[in-house]
């Protein structure tokens, strides 16, 4: 793409970062970012994974981070800051998935599902927004929930999964209407079942492929190259009136 539209998507002189990047969707983002100009932070606790990343871009820059730590996100942050002096993007992408039945779960459980999945999130969109030095745009937070946000995935759900990404799409909603003065666009993207290194038993088990092609209306999961677009819009200027939204990609699985 050239021209203007090329303009629109463009992150050429910005910083982001991607949690849970060491593998599946999050190192996809990653890569995307980078491709897009922006100089990219790309942060989980599985370096070597990172550093494979990182090989393959110059722009992005491995970091050693368990979001579930205070001390890990604070760092993160900073890390990308003191290099770059800016922070305009960040992906919310680590997840953890629970226990599949509720019978299953501890609180205990419960609680450390959410403190990946909606805390981590919260603290880490805070300090990108506390980060208010070397700003000349918009900055953009894009959490990523999931269609199990939005509806009931039984008998392949997770109340802890179902409930965090649920707190996540209104976390989302409130941040966006506490910091749109301040300049920050906060919206989420709620992808449907993709294959990723959370899916693969999904995808690897044939009736439950067959469960997920029924349900689409496009019959069939989604590849991780079809959420690029949709992860662009929301990190750049093309989407620069767009705050509080839940862009879903899941073949039509929500529609029904």
């Known amino acids: 793409m ?13 910083t982001a970062v991607v949690t849970g990047a060491s593998s599946g969707l999050g190192a996809r983002f990653a890569a995307v970012l980078a491709a897009a100009g922006a100089t990219v932070f790309a942060a989980a606790r599985r370096l070597d994974r ?6 393959a871009d110059p722009r992005i820059h491995p970091v050693v981070c368990d979001v579930a ?15 770059t002096g800016r922070l305009d993007v ?7 998935a629970g226990a599949v039945r509720a019978r299953d779960e501890s609180p205990g459980d419960f609680a450390a599902v959410l403190a990946v999945n909606l805390v981590a999130p919260f603290h880490l969109a805070r300090l990108l927004a ?16 999931s269609v199990l946000g939005l509806v009931s995935g039984a008998p392949l759900g997770g109340a802890a999964y179902a409930a965090s990404k649920a707190g996540l799409l209104g976390l989302t909603r409130e941040l966006a209407g506490q910091w749109g003065g301040a300049g920050v666009r906060v919206n989420a993207l709620a992808p449907g079942w993709f294959r990723s290194e959370m899916t693969d038993g999904l995808f690897a088990d044939e009736r439950s492929r067959r469960w997920v092609e029924r349900g689409t209306m496009l019959g069939r999961g989604g590849a991780p190259g079809e959420l690029d677009g949709a992860l662009l819009y929301l990190a750049s200027d093309a989407s620069s009136y767009c705050t509080g939204q839940v862009l879903t990609v899941d073949g039509g699985w929500t529609a029904r």
């Open 50 to 55: 990172l550093t494979e990343l990182a090989a």
């Open 2 to 14: 050239t021209g203007a539209g090329a303009d629109l998507f463009s992150l050429e002189g910005r």
């Open 90 to 96: 960040l992906v919310n992408n680590a997840g953890a």
């Open 69 to 83: 730590r205070e001390a890990d996100r604070v760092r993160l942050t900073e890390t990308a800051f003191e290099h």
């Open 130 to 145: 506390e980060a208010r030095r070397g700003h000349d745009r918009t900055r953009s937070v894009v959490n990523v929930s």
